[in-house]
């Protein structure tokens, strides 16, 4: 039977035979005009073009922008192409080593600090009683509150000698420091603001991995003879490690990109002792107006942060098939 004759199906009804003639696909496309073909993925791709036209104007685009900047410069008002030069410059720039480092510091003192309290806040408040959500609803106050608004509050907290701080010290019989003038304190004090405004971002997160551990694993544990510290060792915490993979790359995302903070407390000062790398990119940038070395700077930021995160990830994704093979 050929692929335009139609198809003859016989249908028996009681004593009689009755034949229908229906047509075939080719035949149906021919009268409605529609394509004799489809595309696969087709209806996929008309779905997602808004997304796609969006990241790529708003994300891949400014991207692309950024290396080619980084591999030119202004010259005479012109741009002229220097290759690897602006990361020449950069690496030999006293000011971006300074920066590199504080950004480290800064990463390990306020990451691990604020993990382990969001962590310890939602062990401390998983059950759901109307205390419990009351503290969650004060822990979380900060999250709401600007960054440019928390700065500014804290701006008072730090004052030397009239400031909160140093009032309650005072009271205590200890002697305060120049919280934000002196360069080996103040970005503590820089780390401690970005403490208190993020653990209660982070304990959300927590708090829904706890809402994910079977209550049969704690039950099992408790009838193996185990105490609160084992459990939280052999059960709460191999559960967790999901998830605190994924709140530390939040939390690297939030170090890198967080800069209002010091824009409104020490503007890198003193002596470039919290100047962090977005800042000094905003200093190439805006100040110097050093777009190819802010580019470069921009470039080496990016690569940091993807391979700190994609490091985080891969190992979550081994402990997660380790533990599906066991």
Do not use: C
Not at 107 to 130: I, M
Not at 201 to 215: K, N, R, S, V
Not at 257 to 283: E, M, R
Not at 292 to 303: D, M, N, P
């Amino acid at each position: 039977m050929s692929r335009a004759s139609p198809i003859r199906l016989r249908v028996a009804s009681g004593a009689r035979k009755v034949e229908l003639a229906l047509p075939n696909e080719m035949a149906v496309r021919r009268r409605l005009a529609l394509p004799a073909w489809r595309p696969k993925g087709l209806l996929g791709l008309a779905l997602l073009a808004p997304s796609l036209v969006f990241l790529g104007l708003f994300t891949y685009w400014p991207v692309l922008q950024v290396l080619w900047q980084s591999l030119h410069a202004e010259a005479r008002r012109q741009t002229v192409f220097v290759g690897l030069g602006n990361y020449r410059a950069l690496f030999a720039d006293p000011a971006f080593a300074a920066a590199l480092v504080n950004n480290l510091v800064y990463a390990l003192g306020t990451v691990v600090p604020s993990l382990v309290l969001a962590l310890g806040f939602a062990l401390a408040l998983s059950s759901s009683t109307r205390l419990n959500a009351a503290l969650r609803a004060i822990l979380f106050l900060p999250v709401l509150i600007p960054l440019v608004a928390a700065s500014s509050l804290f701006l008072f907290i730090f004052l030397p000698q009239v400031g909160l701080l140093d009032h309650y010290l005072a009271k205590l019989g200890v002697q305060g420091a120049n919280w934000l003038g002196d360069p080996d304190v103040a970005l503590w004090s820089l780390m401690g603001l970005t403490i208190w405004k993020n653990a209660g971002y982070y304990m959300l997160f927590f708090l829904a991995g706890l809402q994910g551990i079977p209550e049969e694993s704690y039950e099992a544990a408790r009838l193996d003879g185990a105490n609160s510290w084992q459990r939280l060792r052999y059960v709460t915490l191999p559960y967790l490690r999901p998830t605190l993979s994924f709140v530390a790359v939040i939390a690297l995302l939030n170090v890198v990109t967080q800069v209002d903070h010091i824009f409104i407390l020490t503007k890198g000062g003193p002596s470039d002792s919290t100047n962090l790398l977005l800042f000094y990119v905003y200093q190439q940038a805006v100040e110097r107006y050093d777009l190819g070395k802010a580019a470069a700077a921009t470039v080496v930021s990016l690569a940091l942060l993807l391979a700190l995160s994609a490091t985080s990830l891969r190992r979550m994704e081994r402990r997660t098939d380790a533990e599906e093979a066991r």
